[in-house]
């Protein structure tokens, strides 16, 4: 079973506040990952982390979007002001070493009203 | 240029029967191929990976799959379902040049009793 950990499980906002979810990585990875899954469970990529260095991220053009995985803190991913399309599952995962298997933790179902 | 392709959305196949479920890719160089299982709600769960040597590898609960560079695929195969492998399953890509990981969109697996 996995050990990587995020909450909330279930997070509900309205359409230009603040969304803000979190995920402790299994212990001893270094690699972390942030996926948005929708509803017809396309993946998104949306950027991965070794240590607290960005090692890739998508064009956040909108600027809604930041991340980071500070030392000895959860890794958090928060969207500054949601909007309905934002509506999805995101994915935490980690792993032990570039290109190695993702453990994945529950995800967060936001629900932008 | 879409990376992983699953050409089956959904699959049903009864208890005890055989199933494959497909996967191919369009990358010419080194690659890491997986398969991940989601249970509905949840996070996804590595079943097996390949990279190189036999090309058949041998994954979780009776779970294989088959390398075929010829054919640019690596197909999910399992002798004998139980319901309990009713999930969406998908197959990754990850280049060896790049840290990204990429996902199918998915095959939704029912298994009838």
């Known amino acids: 079973n996995s050990k990587v950990i995020q909450t909330p499980r279930y997070l509900v906002k309205g359409q230009g506040q603040k969304a803000k979810m979190r995920c402790i990585p299994e212990?001893?990875?270094?690699?972390v990952f942030w996926y948005q899954q929708n509803k017809n469970n396309e993946f998104k990529f949306l950027i991965n982390?070794?240590?607290?260095?960005?090692?890739?991220q998508i064009d956040m053009t909108e600027k809604r979007f930041s991340a980071e995985c500070p030392s000895n803190s959860p890794c958090s991913l928060e969207i500054q002001s949601s909007e309905a399309g934002d509506s999805a599952l995101y994915l935490c995962?980690?792993?032990?070493?570039?290109?190695?298997?993702?453990?994945f933790g529950h995800g967060t179902k936001l629900s932008v009203l | 240029t879409q990376t992983v392709s699953q050409s089956d959305a959904h699959v049903t196949v009864f208890e005890g029967d055989s199933v494959e479920l497909r996967c191919n890719y369009s990358?010419?160089?080194?690659?890491?191929l997986s398969w991940y299982i989601q249970h509905h709600g949840h996070g996804l769960q590595f079943l097996l990976k390949?990279?190189?040597?036999?090309?058949v590898v041998q994954g979780v609960n009776g779970f294989e799959a088959e390398f075929s560079k010829s054919d640019s695929s690596f197909h999910l195969r399992k002798a004998s379902v139980h319901w309990s492998d009713s999930a969406v399953y998908f197959c990754?890509?990850?280049?060896?040049?790049?840290?990204?990981?990429?996902f199918g969109d998915g095959t939704q697996l029912v298994v009838k009793p």
């Open positions: 390949y990279y190189s040597g036999n090309p």
């Open positions: 995962a980690s792993s032990l070493y570039r290109g190695e298997r993702l453990f």
């Open positions: 212990k001893g990875h270094p690699v």
């Open positions: 990358y010419g160089g080194s690659i890491y």
């Open positions: 982390f070794q240590n607290q260095e960005v090692l890739q």
């Open positions: 990754a890509v990850s280049m060896n040049s790049n840290n990204r990981i990429f």
